[in-house]
């Protein structure tokens, strides 16, 4: 399979507990994005990888958490002290360049308890 | 990167073709216009973009009208597994953040 990774598929957590899921880009992909969806809305952007560098952060990215990318291929994206409005699915993308379509992997769901 | 507008949801019948419409009205002349769906419990899957001239691909057809103001996604034959919320997005070159905004339901129907 040479699709996006994602690992866990689901993770159940207390507040106040920290989290970190792991996503594997499709190989080649030099660009990594990751995104948020809450229940009945659209993905939303947090934030973005070209290789190693984290290039852009959305708002919606509070000091809780943090994203690396640390030698260009896997990312982590960790979350300090859950809250419940973190429940969310968190999903990872690559791409090869600008101007492609992104492919996105299945997804972490999150359910903070 | 301009907004889009999308009916909420759309039934089309197993076999028949899905016109799937989206407004851009505020679209610039570097914005292209992407295709994306999401089928329940997966993560989006890309389907189509298109500057100005219409395209076609394996999954579907990107027709933009000549102002660029909408579009319509064209699924040829729609099937029972092409149900899925569809999003239609305006995105310029080099711009990372994707809005997808709520997406058009579609329920393919036997």
């Known amino acids: 399979d040479t699709g996006v990774s994602q690992d866990p598929r689901h993770k159940i957590t207390k507040r106040g507990q920290n989290v970190t899921f792991r996503c594997d880009p499709i190989?080649?992909?030099?660009?990594l994005y990751w995104y948020r969806q809450t229940l009945g809305q659209g993905p939303e952007f947090l934030t973005y990888f070209q290789n190693e560098a984290q290039l852009e952060k959305s708002r919606l990215l509070s000091d809780r958490f943090s994203a690396e990318r640390p030698k260009g291929s896997f990312s982590t994206l960790e979350i300090q002290r859950t809250e419940q409005g973190d429940s969310a699915m968190y999903l990872c993308a690559s791409s090869l360049q600008d101007n492609y379509g992104y492919t996105f992997g299945s997804g972490t769901r999150l359910t903070v308890v | 990167d301009a907004k889009t507008t999308q009916p909420t949801s759309m039934d089309c019948a197993e076999g028949r073709a899905a016109n799937l419409p989206c407004n851009h009205s505020t679209i610039s002349g570097n914005e292209y216009v992407y295709w994306y769906r999401q089928i329940h419990s997966q993560g989006p899957q890309y389907i189509i973009h298109g500057l100005k001239n219409n395209e076609t691909n394996e999954m579907a057809s990107l027709i933009i009208t000549e102002d660029r103001k909408s579009s319509t996604l064209i699924l040829p034959h729609a099937t029972l597994r092409d149900t899925a919320v569809y999003y239609c997005?305006?995105?310029?070159?080099?711009?990372?953040?994707?809005?997808f905004g709520t997406g058009t339901r579609l329920t393919v129907i036997p």
């Open positions: 190989s080649e992909h030099n660009r």
């Open positions: 997005i305006v995105r310029r070159t080099g711009a990372n953040n994707l809005f």
